[in-house]
């Protein structure tokens, strides 16, 4: 791989040459017979496809075959919950919905909660299950369908992954997995399974429905090598291979690299206040010159703007608008601190909104969440159960006390307390 650059799912570093990880990761672009196609089958090209911010695929021609022949496909993509939700995070999903309201489909979304908990140094069992549950509001915020979409915590989900995971692991050889991951004698044992718990919602759709069932999978591109290997054994367990379709990363502030979350400054949190958004904003890299009179003279340079990057990626849409700013910019018309207010105000009402729809949120998690538990609590709900109920409340209760996860056994125990 390009020394200059690195994209593996724990690490992305440098400014990634994305043609070049087409050919590292054996992708494919997607390309104008794929955009024509598209266009042709739902109507019209979204945004994200058109920018190239969604560039690349595997078996998307595939899965297209099979939509036109009639075969319903299943959505599925995830969440490592690590930390708060930031808006790179909000740029695969958001594509995601775009695609469950244009092909009708179901979709599955895993929290990896076991994953960021075995490696991330200092995050514990309830912190991850915490974000789990305050990420999952980011999620349902955007809009989903409650009725065509379920969200599952790895750690409370397992019962229901496991076998499946377990099926991939058979296959897959400790070399591989050094391989592809990069791991080595210092990697603790979870990591090494944890790639089997990320492919088993990719055949889940087909163990319910017991026949094949096409899944598509939206990304970003460093999810891949998890992919590879779930396309790799789906064959050998007689599936079908998932499709993909990847992204690219949203710029961080700072300019160039990803958005990350342990520089807060260079990422716009879907938590932040809306006003240090707006700082956040104000004080992002420009591609702007050292005086007003330069800029006027030479014009600022928006390929390596943060603020042009944050219009073409999410805040503006219209591509006519986009390419004015553009213009302008490199004629020295427009100044970085015009450019600059303008996108953070286009912030600021984002934020606005999607915290009031995070808010909403709060009361809709039982419409999206499944857990194991779910089975357990039908087993309680039986009367001669009663006394079996108080003693699982109060030890789920102290199991799952955590500040934001409080309601991490979503619904479950709180069915049960209303009782
Ligand atoms: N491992 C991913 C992360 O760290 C989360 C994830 C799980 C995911 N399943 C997925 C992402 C499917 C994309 C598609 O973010």
Redesign the pocket.
């Known amino acids: 791989m390009n020394e200059e650059y690195k994209v593996t799912?724990w690490d992305v570093t440098g400014k990634v040459d994305y043609n070049k990880l087409i050919q590292d990761f054996g992708t494919e672009p997607i390309d104008d017979k794929l955009l024509e196609r598209w266009k042709r089958i739902t109507g019209s090209i979204p945004m994200a496809m058109q920018r190239k911010i969604f560039f690349s695929h595997r078996d998307l021609n595939w899965l297209l075959d099979r939509y036109e022949q009639g075969e319903k496909f299943v959505l599925?993509?995830?969440?490592?919950p690590s930390g708060h939700t930031h808006l790179g995070h909000l740029l695969?999903w958001i594509f995601t919905k775009y695609l469950q309201d244009t092909f009708d489909a179901p979709l599955y979304f895993?929290m990896?909660d076991d994953?960021?908990f075995l490696n991330k140094d200092g995050l514990g069992m309830k912190d991850a299950l915490g974000f789990t549950y305050d990420n999952t509001l980011d999620v349902i915020a955007l809009g989903f369908d409650p009725k065509k979409t379920r969200i599952f915590s790895d750690v409370e989900y397992s019962k229901t992954l496991y076998r499946i995971s377990l099926e991939v692991a058979k296959r897959v050889t400790f070399s591989t997995a050094k391989a592809v991951f990069g791991f080595d004698n210092s990697t603790n044992i979870g990591m090494i399974f944890i790639t089997s718990m990320?492919s088993a919602?990719a055949f889940l759709p087909s163990v319910e429905a017991r026949k094949n069932v096409p899944v598509l999978?939206?990304?970003?591109i460093d999810?891949d090598p998890?992919f590879r290997i779930t396309r790799d054994v789906a064959p050998k367990m007689g599936y079908y291979k998932p499709a993909a379709i990847h992204c690219t990363f949203l710029p961080g502030l700072a300019g160039s690299d990803k958005m990350s979350a342990s520089k807060p400054e260079s990422a716009v949190y879907t938590t932040d206040d809306p006003k240090v958004a707006h700082k956040k904003i104000l004080s992002a890299f420009t591609g702007g010159r050292v005086s007003v009179e330069e800029q006027k003279k030479m014009g600022g340079v928006p390929g390596v703007c943060a603020v042009f990057q944050y219009y073409y990626y999410l805040f503006e849409e219209d591509s006519q608008k986009l390419s004015q700013r553009e213009q302008k910019c490199t004629r020295g018309e427009i100044m970085c601190g015009e450019c600059k207010q303008e996108l953070a105000d286009r912030v600021v009402r984002f934020l606005e909104k999607h915290q009031e729809n995070r808010e909403k949120a709060k009361d809709k998690v039982q419409d999206f969440i499944v857990s194991d538990y779910s089975a357990l609590y039908d087993r309680l709900k039986k009367p001669q159960d009663k006394k079996e109920v108080s003693k699982y409340k109060k030890a789920m209760k102290e199991y799952y006390s955590t500040k934001e996860g409080e309601n991490i056994l979503i619904g479950k125990t709180k069915e049960l307390e209303d009782k």
Not at 76 to 80: A, D, K, L, S
């Open positions: 799912p599925y993509t995830g969440r490592g695969p895993q990896t994953e960021k990320q919602p999978i939206p990304q970003a999810q998890h």
